[in-house]
T-cell receptor, first 116, second 115 residues
């Protein structure tokens, strides 16, 4: 069966510090991977998605970057955190159907980031 | 631009009641629609996925319907229980998004089922 891991679960960082959040998926190959942010009262916002190793697309201009060094590993980074980077970060994966549509998207447990 | 709306934003019902959550989307050109549940401080749990060619999907006490032409989906919960209390989110995957599988989410409906 497939599982998705995120760590750390919670993180408190000072403004200007670097960030690295990691997401790994088990039990599937060549998934599409996604990073979302959920800020209080603002719903889920797609930040990055990846359709393959080294292939990253950004959805919104921001202080963050993403990388996919391995097929089932997705990393969210920042060189210098801002207060506005606080939020709940969720990683997700899905796979492409032969019909061109997508199977379900599955989410990880999330990382709660507080920037002080 | 695809927009997804969920009404109501919050709902409180007594235990045992049947209830319907609503989701509407502005562009009917979708690949699929997915319903999720989110408990406070947790990730999203997938409940049901409806492909664009389908009209409904069922899982236990849950039934989701899709009317693509009118841009609407409903999630029906039968015999609600306190454990059903959570935020319910719907999301659509839009045609024209290539091989990305990107989802566009509604703001969610927060459900409270009172014992």
């Amino acid at each position: 069966s497939q599982t998705i891991h995120q760590w750390p679960a919670t993180l408190v960082q000072p403004v200007g510090s670097p960030l690295s959040l990691e997401c790994t998926v088990e039990g599937t190959s060549n998934p599409n991977l996604y990073w979302y942010r959920q800020a209080a009262g603002r719903g889920l916002q797609l930040l990055f998605y990846s359709v393959g190793i080294g292939q990253i697309s950004s959805e919104v201009p921001q202080n963050l970057s993403a990388s996919r060094p391995q097929d089932r590993q997705f990393i969210l980074s920042s060189k210098k955190l801002l207060l506005s980077d606080s939020g709940f970060y969720l990683c997700a994966w899905s796979t492409l159907r032969a019909t061109g549509s997508y199977n379900e998207q599955f989410f990880g447990p999330g990382t709660r980031l507080t920037v002080l | 631009k695809q927009e997804v709306t969920q009404i109501p934003a919050a709902l409180s019902v007594p235990e045992g009641e049947n209830l319907v959550l609503n989701c509407s989307f502005t562009d009917s050109a979708i690949y699929n629609l997915q319903w999720f549940r989110q408990d406070p401080g947790k990730g999203l749990t997938s409940l049901l996925l409806i492909q664009s060619s389908q009209r409904e999907q069922t899982s236990g006490r849950l039934n989701a319907s899709l009317d693509k032409s009118s841009g609407r989906s409903t999630l029906y919960i039968a015999a609600s229980q306190p454990g059903d209390s959570a935020t319910y989110l719907c999301a659509v995957s839009k045609v024209g998004s290539g091989n990305t599988g990107k989802l566009i989410f509604g703001q969610g409906t927060t459900l409270q089922v009172k014992p």
